[in-house]
T-cell receptor, first 108, second 111 residues
């Protein structure tokens, strides 16, 4: 089977930096993805890491350590519109399995 | 391309009735996924297709659930003899590689 662990909630201040961690246990691991979902909306793709290291896309970065079965999403210069749920997802055998998500609250 | 389209957006049904949902993926995407999501939870994997072949079905999925993708294009998800516990958002996603594109979902309410 597979399991993913991420914090259920994180709170940060507008303009600050926040890191959302994800640990996973799975067989047949290909890579780790991150998705954002606003209330009432559909999940949207943010990033994918297949290899160890940091991937940067604008204000968002994602990190993977395959040896530690660990990854994180880093959000910089937080804006109020970043208030959403963030899901890590493992890609295995062409299947995408999601964690339970981290609700990010941003304070002005 | 208009993205992944799901119909209907909302469905209210009485317990015991059958319901069918449709998903139209992005045209060049060969993979299609069905997920179920309840409030405060992540999308729960139900099943997925590579072209018209259904490659895996979650063991959490009862025999009341069936999905098809007859020509490798659109897909349908049918729930027979609905139960109140089936109330959820049903999400469809398609992909060509590692990025999945989601539809807006069908919200099912069983009363």
């Amino acid at each position: 089977g597979q399991s993913l662990e991420q914090p259920s909630e994180v709170t940060a201040v507008e303009g600050a930096i926040v890191q959302i961690n994800c640990t996973y246990q799975t067989s047949g691991f290909y890579g780790l993805s991150w998705y954002q979902q606003h209330d009432g909306g559909a999940p949207t793709f943010l990033s994918y890491n297949a290899l160890d290291g940091l991937e940067e896309t604008g204000r968002f970065s994602s990190f993977l350590s395959r040896s530690d079965s660990y990854g994180y999403l880093l959000l910089q210069e937080l804006q109020m519109k970043d208030s959403a749920s963030y899901f890590c997802a493992v890609c295995r055998d062409d299947k995408i399995i999601f964690g339970k998500g981290t609700r990010l609250h941003i304070l002005p | 391309d208009t993205g992944v389209s799901q119909n209907p957006r909302h469905k209210i049904t009485k317990r015991g009735q059958n319901v069918t949902f449709r998903c139209d993926p992005i045209s060049e995407h060969n993979r299609l996924y069905w997920y179920r999501q309840t409030l405060g939870q992540g999308p729960e994997f139900l099943t997925y297709f590579q072209n018209e072949a259904q490659l895996e079905k979650s063991r959490l999925l009862s025999d009341r659930f069936s999905a098809e993708r007859p020509k490798g294009s659109f897909s349908t998800l049918e729930i027979q003899r609905t139960e109140q516990g089936d109330s959820a958002m049903y999400l469809c996603a398609s992909s060509k590689q590692t990025e999945a594109f989601f539809g807006q979902g069908t919200r099912l309410t069983v009363v």
